[in-house]
């Protein structure tokens, strides 16, 4: 007598199928990006020597510059590239998890053998290269950190954008009238925090779809502060002309080589995201506002069940990833430009909703995507500064492959929170 083996079932095979691309999405990423060095760095190797400068006149101690050939250097990333992508398909092949270092291997490696290749015959100056990295990455933080919050408590907040702006907006001309740029940060926030709570009120109270309440925001926050400028601030110059908030550096940790500048060479408010992020990432997982949090975003009904008033708590942390939000809007004004702009934010709030989603609505993984599309960033202004030979076109398009790479190539794995994006109606 036989016995006939069991057979998967329709949904076990399809989930079977999609894990398995998951697992080989990152290895052909790392496949393409390895041919994309060959060609570069190998095939297309310029001649020369990139020098990259690794310290400044103020640090501790002198580190020496490094003088890489790109030819060589190229051959040698581009084996090492290789040897990494080997390894993620075996990975794959035999349904092995790899830890974070891959990633980060592979991403150094990369951009180790692009900066030798496109620096060929110059100087690049790494500290500095960090330090800009720091500065365009600080909104994109708090844009992120809002965008976690709210995702988190089951609303997709989309209007990022709007609360960067509108805090941007807000800032300047508070700040301006009032002489004072605390004021004006704190006017920033108050601003953001009104643009998230007609998301909230929106998408929780009326059951809106949350995604075209947030579109419709950025439409109406981008509109209306171009009027606002135009009318208002074009023909009053002096309420758009905040004091900036001062550097402060800290004695002797901004001398440290290489990180110090960056790090503890910056204003108040970059200080204070070193604060934010992990306070919110203890509080998220560790407390019990982040238990309750995580709670009406994965099962609100749950969560209802034992006494959790859903509604009133989404509204209020929507509140706050506004507030969070409208700290990297008055960055713009109060600290990086010192005056507004037309749509000075130019879609970064759709940049750090993308880095909510590539760090998986963690808040330390979204903060090291955030620093990645600032890095590419800072990366493009320093290559147009000393005169790469990289198209100009493809030096500005440059932070957004990079975010496209990352979200579509690296994020491996990622679910987010059950219930985001779906209003619920109380039983």
């Known amino acids: 007598m036989t016995t006939q083996q069991p057979t998967a079932a329709p949904a076990e095979t399809i989930e079977l199928e999609r894990a398995v691309v998951r697992h ?23 001649d020369g020597d990139a020098r990259l400068r690794l310290a400044s006149g103020s640090d501790f101690f002198q580190i020496p510059d490094a003088l890489l050939p790109a030819r060589a ?22 349904v092995r998890r790899v830890g974070v270092w891959l990633p980060i291997a592979f991403g150094v490696l990369f951009v180790l053998g692009f900066l030798t290749w496109a620096g060929a015959g110059a100087m ?18 708090f844009g992120a950190m809002g965008g ?69 925001l ?7 502060t171009n009027f606002l400028y135009s009318s208002l601030l074009t023909d009053n110059p002096a309420l758009n002309s905040p004091e900036r908030l001062p550097k402060l550096p800290i004695p002797v940790l901004e001398s440290i080589p290489l990180l110090g500048p960056a790090l503890f060479k910056q204003s108040i408010i970059v200080y204070a995201m070193y604060i934010i992020v992990p306070l919110i990432a203890w509080g998220l997982f560790k407390t019990t506002w982040g238990l309750r949090l995580r709670a009406i975003g994965e099962h609100p009904l749950a969560a209802d069940t034992v006494g959790i008033r859903v509604t009133r708590l989404r509204f209020w942390n929507v509140s706050l990833a506004g507030a969070v939000a409208g700290l990297g809007g008055a960055y713009f004004t109060l600290d990086s430009n010192g005056a507004f702009t ?71 794995q990622s679910r987010a929170p059950a219930a985001s994006g779906k209003p619920y109606i109380k039983q």
């Not at 998408?203 to 075209?212: G, K, L, P, S, T």
């Open 218 to 224: 950025n439409v109406l926050i981008a509109g209306l």
């Open 148 to 216: 976690v919050i709210s995702e988190r408590a089951g609303v997709v907040n989309i209007a990022i954008e709007a609360q960067l702006l509108g805090g941007a907006f807000t800032g300047a001309v508070v700040g301006s009238a009032t002489g004072s740029t605390i004021v004006g940060l704190l006017a920033a926030m108050v601003a953001a925090v009104l643009v998230s709570m007609v998301l909230a009120v929106f998408a929780i109270r009326y059951f809106v779809e949350q995604v075209i309440v947030g579109v419709v």
């Open 73 to 94: 250097t190229g051959v040698v990333i581009v084996v090492l590239l290789a040897l990494l992508t080997a390894y993620a398909a075996w990975a794959a092949a035999t």
């Open 124 to 141: 690049i100056p790494i500290a500095g290269l960090l330090f800009a990295t720091v500065g365009l990455s600080v909104p994109l933080i």
């Open 342 to 412: 037309r749509e000075m934010t130019a879609g970064l709030g759709y940049i750090a909703l993308a880095a909510v989603i590539f760090g998986q609505w963690h808040p330390i993984k979204a903060t090291a995507a955030a620093l990645l599309f600032g890095f590419a960033s800072a990366l493009q202004q320093t290559l147009g500064a000393i005169g790469s030979p990289v198209p100009s076109e493809f030096m500005l398009m440059l932070p957004y492959v990079v975010t496209i790479l990352a979200v579509a190539g690296f994020i491996g």
């Open 24 to 46: 080989w999405k990152a290895p052909i990423s790392y496949a393409v990006l390895t041919v994309v060095a060959l060609v570069l760095m190998v095939l297309l190797a310029r």
